[in-house]
C-alpha cells in the first residue's frame, strides 16, 4: 500500500493527537511574511527606521559570518526551501515561516507554515554556554524522496523538530525533547528523522537547583554580568535519538544513526571550506601556515591518488564555500578577494588544469549558495539593496532572480552610495561605504557619522543592526560604513595559535591602534573630498565597534558624539565582571590584572582612567545581560560632569533581538546624533523628557569647559 506524504501527517496526527498548523491559521499580524505580488508605483520615498527593522529576512543579518546555508534544494532539483522571518516591532514578535520557490523562477513562493519564535544562537565562551541574541540560521531538511521537510521552529521557548507535507503544507510538531533539539539529518530510507540536544541539561538544572539551596559555589561557571547564577557547561555533549514522523516513536541513536547529524560545533573553530563529489574526490582547503587565520590554499584528493594543488592567485586567500557540479567535473567556490577583501567571485576550476575561471565578481554580497541542477541559487544583496535569492550559472556566471522578499524597497529612494579605499598608518588595506543623503548637493559638508565594523552587501545597521545607516542618510547625515582591516598579527607565520595572535593584538594595543588609525585615515580622507564637516564627526559601535568607540574617545579629539551598543573593556569588566575563567584568559593574554593597579597599561584604553580628559558626548543602549560592565565608565564620565547617558534594555543580549527594542534603539540613535552634531530636536511630545536632560548634559557639559577663576 501507497501512502501520500499528506496522508501520513495526517494519520499520525489522528492516532497521537498532534494538531496540525497550516497556513491558514495564521495571525493577521503575519499576513504578510511572504511580500505582495503588487510592486510599489509612484514617486519614491525616504526610508524609515520602521522599513528597517520590519525587513524580511532569509539567513544570518552578517552573511559573510561562517554559518550553513539557509537555503536547501529539494533532491529533484526543482524547488528551494527556506526559513523566511519578519521582524514586528509593534507587538514586540517575530513572524517566522517555512516557504517553498520554484527554482526556475516561474511562480511566487508558497508558505508552507507559519508560526513559532524567533530561534537563537547559542555560544560557547571559556567551556560555558552564553546566550547572544543571535539568531540562529535554520537549513530545511528535504526528504529523500522530496515530499516532506524537516526543520527546527521554536515555540514557548523549546525548538523542537517540526515536519511538513512539502505540496500541502500540513505541518506539525514530532519531537517533544525536554532541552532545544540543535540539529537533525533524514534517515537514508527517509523513514525517521536523527535528531539530537544536550539531554545532559535535564541533569545539570536538577543540580543547579539543589545547588542553589546551599549556596551557589563562585567559580570559573560564573559570569556575573550575564547571570546571579552558573551559566551552563559547554562540555554536556549532544544525545541523538531516532524519531518515527509516522508513529512518534523514538530511540537513542545507534552510532551509524548518529553519524548522520553535522559535528557539534560549539567551543570549536568552524573548519575550513572542504566539498565531496559524488565519485569520491574530496576538495579541501588548509591554512597557508602555522598562523590559524593565514591565507587558505585549496587543493583535491582523489581516492587512492596524489593531491592535485591549485597554485593559482585565485586558488588561495579567503575561500568561503565550495561545492562541485552536478557532472562531478567542475569545482565552483566563492572567494572574498579585491582591496581589503571586499569583493565577491564565483570561480569554476577543473582539477588539473592550471587556472581557474573567473565566473562573477562583485562589490555587491553573494552569499549563502546552495547546488541544483541548473545552477548555484544563492542570496545576493546590494548597498542600496536587501537580499534577494538568485540563480546563478555555473558555467557562465549568469545571474537571474528566483524571489524578491522585500519588494517594497523599489519604492525608497537612496542616496549615493560610494566605495572607499584607504590603508591604516601600519600599510594594510582599509575599506568603507559612503553613503550620502538622497538630496546631497555636491560641495555642501554635513556632519558624518562612523558605523563599525562590517561593511558588507546591504547598508542595515552595521554591526549588530543598531545603527541605521540610510536612516541616518535621509536625515542629512554622511555615513561612512567602515569595514575593520585585516590585522598585523594575522599575517605572521609565528603565531601559530588563537591565543598567540590575540596576544600580539593587545601588546600595546597594538589592534587598537590599528583600527584608530585605519579610521582616522578613513575619516580624513572624507573630509578631504570636501563632503565631511572635520567639527561633526561622530562614531558608534557593537562589541569590538564599542571597543573601537572607547578607544577613540581617549586617543582622538576628532569625535564630536558617540553611541556603544556594549561597554567596555577596563579592569573591572576584565577581571570581575565577566567572572574568573574570562579574567583568567585576559591576563594570559597581557592584560593587566585588577590588583596590579597598572596605570600604564590602561592608560591608552580606560575610559575610567582617562575620563577627566575625555568630553565626547557618550550614549549607551545596552543590554540588561551587559550594563554592569559599563557602569563604572558612566560614573566616572557622570563625576567629572561628562556628557553621558545610558538606556538598559530587559531580556537583552549582546545583540538586541527583539524588535520594539531594536527600533527604540535606531530611534534613539538617529536622536542623539541629530541632537549633538545637527543640534536638532524632534518635536515628538513623547521625547519631551528626553531632550529636557540632554540639554541639561549640554549645559553642565559647556560650565564644566568654561575656564575657571
Known amino acids: 500500500m501507497v501512502t501520500t506524504a499528506t496522508s501520513v501527517l495526517a494519520l499520525a496526527s489522528a492516532m497521537l493527537g498532534f494538531s496540525i498548523a497550516t497556513p491558514a491559521a495564521a495571525a493577521d499580524r503575519c499576513s504578510d511574511l511572504l511580500p505582495p505580488v503588487v510592486r510599489p508605483v509612484g514617486s519614491k520615498r525616504d526610508i524609515t527606521p520602521e522599513d528597517l527593522v520590519r525587513l524580511r529576512q532569509i539567513g544570518p543579518l552578517e552573511a559573510v559570518i561562517p554559518a550553513p546555508s539557509a537555503l536547501a534544494v529539494s533532491p529533484d532539483g526543482r524547488e528551494l526551501a527556506f526559513v523566511i522571518t519578519r521582524a514586528d516591532p509593534t507587538t514586540n514578535s517575530h513572524c517566522v515561516g517555512l516557504a517553498v520557490v520554484d527554482v526556475a523562477g516561474r511562480s511566487e513562493p508558497r508558505l508552507l507554515d507559519q508560526g513559532g519564535q524567533l530561534a537563537l544562537v547559542s555560544n560557547e565562551y571559556r567551556k560555558r554556554i552564553w546566550g547572544i541574541g543571535y539568531p540562529l540560521t535554520i537549513t530545511p531538511h528535504w526528504s529523500p524522496d522530496g515530499k516532506s521537510i524537516a526543520w527546527l521552529r521554536r515555540d514557548n521557548e523549546r525548538t523542537q523538530v517540526w515536519v511538513a507535507d512539502a505540496a500541502s503544507g500540513q505541518a506539525r510538531q514530532i519531537t517533544h525533547s525536554p532541552v532545544d533539539v540543535e540539529a537533525l539529518a533524514w534517515s537514508t530510507d527517509g523513514k525517521t528523522i536523527v535528531y539530537a540536544g544536550r539531554r545532559g541539561q535535564v541533569e545539570e538544572r536538577a543540580a543547579f537547583a539543589k545547588e542553589g539551596l546551599s549556596g551557589f559555589h563562585y567559580d570559573t561557571r560564573y559570569v556575573p554580568i550575564m547571570s546571579n547564577k552558573p551559566m551552563p557547561d559547554a562540555a554536556i555533549p549532544w544525545t541523538a535519538y531516532v524519531v518515527s514522523p509516522l508513529t512518534g516513536e523514538e530511540h537513542p541513536a545507534s552510532q551509524d544513526e548518529a553519524a548522520l547529524l553535522p559535528p557539534d560545533m560549539i567551543g570549536k573553530v568552524e573548519p575550513p571550506p572542504r566539498a565531496a563529489s559524488a565519485d569520491g574526490r574530496l576538495a579541501e582547503t588548509h591554512r597557508s601556515s602555522a598562523n590559524p587565520v593565514s591565507p587558505l590554499l585549496l587543493s583535491v584528493h582523489a581516492p587512492g591518488g596524489a593531491p592535485i594543488d591549485c597554485n593559482a592567485d585565485a586558488c588561495r586567500g579567503s575561500i568561503d564555500s565550495m561545492w562541485w557540479t552536478g557532472d562531478g567535473k567542475a569545482l565552483i567556490y566563492l572567494r572574498r578577494e579585491g582591496w581589503a577583501r571586499g569583493d565577491s567571485a564565483l570561480y569554476r576550476w577543473v582539477p588539473g588544469e592550471r587556472e581557474p575561471r573567473q565566473l562573477l565578481k562583485t562589490r555587491d554580497l553573494v552569499s549563502n549558495c546552495a547546488m541544483a541542477p ?9 548597498a542600496i539593496a536587501p537580499q534577494r535569492v538568485v540563480r546563478i550559472d555555473p558555467a557562465t556566471g549568469a545571474m537571474r532572480d528566483i524571489f524578491d522578499p522585500n519588494p517594497e524597497f523599489l519604492g525608497i529612494r537612496f542616496g549615493q552610495v560610494q566605495r572607499l579605499e584607504w590603508r591604516n598608518d601600519q600599510g594594510a588595506e582599509v575599506r568603507g561605504d559612503l553613503v550620502l543623503p538622497p538630496d546631497y548637493r555636491p560641495g555642501t559638508r554635513l556632519p558624518l557619522i562612523v558605523t563599525t565594523y562590517m561593511s558588507n552587501g546591504f547598508l542595515r545597521g552595521a554591526m549588530g543592526d543598531e545603527y541605521p545607516i540610510h536612516a541616518f542618510a535621509a536625515a542629512g547625515f554622511a ?13 605572521n607565520p609565528g603565531l601559530d595559535t588563537i591565543k598567540k595572535v590575540q596576544g600580539d593584538g593587545i601588546r600595546n594595543w597594538a589592534w587598537r591602534r590599528e583600527v584608530q588609525s585605519a579610521i582616522d585615515r578613513g575619516v580624513d580622507k572624507v573630509i578631504a573630498m570636501g563632503i565631511a564637516d572635520p567639527k ?19 586617543n582622538s579629539r576628532q569625535f564630536a558624539a558617540a553611541s556603544m551598543s556594549t561597554c567596555c573593556l577596563e579592569p573591572w569588566a576584565v577581571n570581575v565582571g565577566y567572572g574568573p575563567a574570562f ?16 596605570r600604564t597599561f590602561w592608560a591608552p584604553g580606560s575610559i575610567v582612567q582617562s575620563a577627566a580628559g575625555t568630553d565626547t ?18 560614573a566616572a564620565l557622570r563625576e567629572q560632569h561628562k556628557a553621558v547617558d545610558m538606556f538598559v534594555f530587559p531580556d537583552a543580549y549582546h545583540f538586541k533581538y527583539q524588535p520594539a527594542q531594536r527600533l527604540a534603539v535606531y530611534r534613539r540613535n538617529l536622536d542623539w546624533f541629530a541632537f549633538w552634531l545637527q ?24 560650565a564644566a569647559q568654561r575656564p575657571q577663576d
Not at 479 to 491: E, I, Q, T
Open 583 to 598: 579574567a583568567a584568559h585576559m591576563q594570559e593574554q597581557g592584560w593587566g590584572a585588577l590588583t596590579a593597579d597598572d
Open 617 to 634: 558626548p557618550l550614549l549607551m543602549q545596552v543590554a540588561d545581560r551587559e550594563y554592569l560592565g559599563g557602569i563604572d565608565v558612566f
Open 374 to 382: 541548473d545552477g548555484l541559487v544563492c542570496l545576493y544583496e546590494r
Open 479 to 491: 555615513v561612512l560604513s567602515f569595514n575593520k582591516p585585516r590585522a598585523v598579527a594575522d599575517d
Open 536 to 554: 561633526l564627526i561622530g562614531i558608534s559601535g557593537l562589541s569590538d565597534g564599542s571597543s573601537t568607540v572607547q578607544f577613540a574617545m581617549i
Open 679 to 702: 543640534g536638532r530636536i524632534d518635536s515628538d511630545p513623547a521625547k519631551a523628557g528626553q531632550y529636557a536632560h540632554w540639554q541639561e548634559l549640554a549645559k553642565e557639559r559647556e
